[in-house]
């Protein structure tokens, strides 16, 4: 199983803030459900903070995020609110933990894929976020709404989606998140080319199982299968 892990280091960084990008219409939105589960007992402003942040940055990506609130420790709402009708990559799994067994301090989740590269579950630690000097310059909700998009942004991306630049860099610089608190630390035009790629595909996907076997749909839902990966 691989996993990518996201970690934070204080050094000064030069990078350029990348150009905005034109905000697709809501008719060419790709959707993306997520399943929140707050092990941690995350407040509920710092959750709603971090919801809409991360719905802001996968909005600009042209991909509608619904949040689940699938509850907390004795609290589950799971089953009631279909947090367990996982679909990759249309219905990912994200759990807020309080730390995790064996990471560092500067770690502040990981996401887990398969050999294909494909995977459904993320994870994100709460002790390593709320003790970040990252804090200095982002609120907690604000933070913990960039690592969000950054896991999830694994699990749509799949293997090597690491890059120089923009919210899916392996270490956050502290231009990175000067970038963050100004609202503008997003995927670049290629992840975002990817991933609504990705989406659409198993929407295709869907339709054509919806239809049944020797549907119209059913050659391009084939063939969409045979194209790589990434």
């Not at 239809?211 to 749909?217: I, V």
Request: net charge neutral; aromatic share 6%; proline share 4%.
């Amino acid at each position: 199983m691989r996993r990518k892990v996201l970690a934070f280091t204080a050094v000064l960084g030069g990078l350029l803030c990348e150009g905005s990008m034109a905000q697709p219409k809501q008719a060419d939105m790709a959707g993306l459900t997520v399943s929140a589960f707050n092990d941690a007992g995350v407040r509920p402003s710092v959750l709603l903070t971090a919801r809409a942040r991360a719905e802001a940055v996968f909005a600009e990506a042209g991909i509608a995020l619904t949040w689940l609130d699938c509850g907390t420790p004795g609290h589950w709402a799971a089953a009631s609110r279909g947090c367990t009708a996982l679909a990759y990559p249309s219905h990912l799994s994200l759990r807020l933990a309080q730390d995790g067994r064996h990471r560092s301090k500067d770690t502040f989740g990981e996401s887990f894929l398969d050999d294909r590269g494909q995977g459904d579950y993320a994870s994100i630690y709460m002790t390593a976020l709320d003790s970040s000097p990252a804090l200095k310059v982002l609120s907690e909700g604000e933070l913990l709404g960039y690592v969000v998009v950054h896991e999830l942004g694994h699990l749509l991306l799949g293997k090597d989606s690491h890059s120089q630049e923009g919210v899916m860099r392996p270490v956050w610089q502290f231009e990175d998140l000067r970038q963050a608190a100004r609202g503008e630390l997003r995927f670049t035009p290629d992840q975002v080319e990817r991933m609504r790629a990705a989406c659409a595909a198993a929407k295709l996907r869907q339709k054509a199982v919806a239809a049944g076997p020797g549907s119209p749909s059913e050659s391009l839902s084939s063939a969409l299968r045979s194209l790589p990966s990434e």
